[in-house]
């Protein structure tokens, strides 16, 4: 039994029989029970001591908006550009929709359009935004972050290249594209977010395997450019980047289909799964 | 009581309160104050409050923006460059962060290259139901109302930001006004016909209409809506016609202390004005 001072440091959200609550991520992957937390993962959570079964996991949090950066580790941008543009001075920021958050354990759905098919995967570390910032320095960026969490960048290569203009947005914000979790880390449990393992299997075949030391621009300078001239407010969720290993990346591409089982996982923060299916009419 | 349909609603604020409020005749200084959401029933409390602050007319829940939708548009500014014309209405996104007021400052990014600014007058709507895989001769009917916006666009970090995505050049804070009111779809029947026009210290910079849009507002609806739902309070800005300062073979950006006025015909016009940003 925890003491109640002992801190909160991964966070869940949850189903559980028809209503939606904060847990502490349970110790135990065999343990299908939460203890409930009131407040919200801003304003501060505090233990409830009773405890609820764990039916779904969702998304950690609703974000407010999702930022990503691309092109953020050496071999992805290698394999992803073979020498077509330059390396980007400045980390490459795009968003997803919000249409597109998805949940662990939940369904990508291949998109049903033509040309939908080429789907890829993208292991990314994320981060949450804790505090309102603006034209922040690096050297007191991370104060700013509330956590991190596993995220899959998942993307429809056709359109992410060919949607109108070069922009990568429509490609990238599907339904489903955007599965985030299993819990959010607290930061303070996270000293070096440059210091994690990522990897991807699908059906268990490794197909990324990095970590985030490789990262061109660090989470740091993440926030000194995003905030730069632009106010970054508490629940913005950045995506960090992917390494080497995409299906794109690979002669043949190895795209994900129907039935796939997908795993991200970062170190310290766990393994998100997604499979993906056709979707519901 | 009149059951006169509601069709212009503002946003506004009074002795620090926000209100939604039918929108007044130009130049009345009051409103009457609307009871309700604007996705669902807005009705008429008789009650008439001061306007301290006009509002942008919502807050999105995200903003997505159409690019390179009209012809010499696309003529004065990408072609140059090697962009071929979509085939698809070109998507993007702006940060939440950007969202501005009517009547309201626009900020001169002070980072380094972040003088080249740039207006973008844009017929802009909101989605009212939420709506998925939706057929261009049905998406109308999914549009809650139309508003002015200005996608304000720092061009040199359009460009140059990283691989060519816009997000960051467009995002900045104040980028993104909208307003002064959201006109009900209801009395706007044909988007496709409407006069668009920018005016620079009352110099005229951009005029145009909505029919010479490539992709119409139902084409529009139709290709965002392709394997991704809508949800209601989306924003999509659908474009801007040429006469851009980026076009221009010597280009006149804006500069703190100027007036930008975004009009667009039945819906108002959406005036801002350039300062250097006070926080420092």
Not at 79 to 105: C, H, R, W, Y
Request: proline letters at 8%; one cysteine or more.
């Amino acid at each position: 039994m925890t003491t109640p001072a002992a801190p909160i440091s991964r966070v869940i959200r949850f189903l559980s029989e028809g209503q939606v609550y904060l847990g502490e991520e349970p110790a135990n992957k065999s343990d299908r029970e939460a203890e409930v937390l009131e407040g919200d993962i801003h304003q501060g959570l505090t233990r409830t001591g009773t405890t609820r079964p764990v039916e779904r996991n969702l998304a950690p949090l609703i974000p407010r908006e999702i930022l990503c950066i691309g092109l953020n580790y050496m071999k992805h941008f290698e394999e992803a550009t073979k020498g077509q543009i330059p390396l980007p001075d400045k980390p490459t920021v795009f968003m997803k929709s919000l249409s597109s958050l998805n949940d662990p354990e939940s369904p990508v759905w291949m998109p049903q359009l033509e040309h939908g098919q080429s789907l890829d995967y993208e292991v990314e570390l994320a981060f949450v935004i804790g505090k309102i910032c603006k034209n922040v320095k690096k050297e007191d960026a991370l104060k700013y972050v509330l956590g991190y969490m596993v995220s899959n960048d998942v993307t429809s290569r056709h359109w992410q290249k060919n949607a109108g203009a070069g922009q990568w947005v429509k490609g990238k914000s599907f339904d489903t594209f955007s599965p985030m979790g299993p819990s959010l880390v607290m930061a303070s449990a996270i000293p070096d977010p440059q210091a994690l393992k990522v990897t991807t299997r699908v059906n268990g075949e490794t197909r990324q395997d990095s970590n985030t030391k490789d990262m061109i621009f660090t989470v740091a300078e993440i926030i000194e450019w995003l905030s730069t001239d632009m106010t970054l407010h508490p629940g913005t969720v950045v995506m960090t980047g992917t390494p080497e290993g995409v299906a794109m990346g690979m002669d043949p591409p190895k795209w994900l289909q129907v039935g796939d089982v997908v795993e991200c996982e970062v170190e310290s923060l766990g393994t998100l799964r997604n499979f993906v299916t056709t979707p519901p009419l």
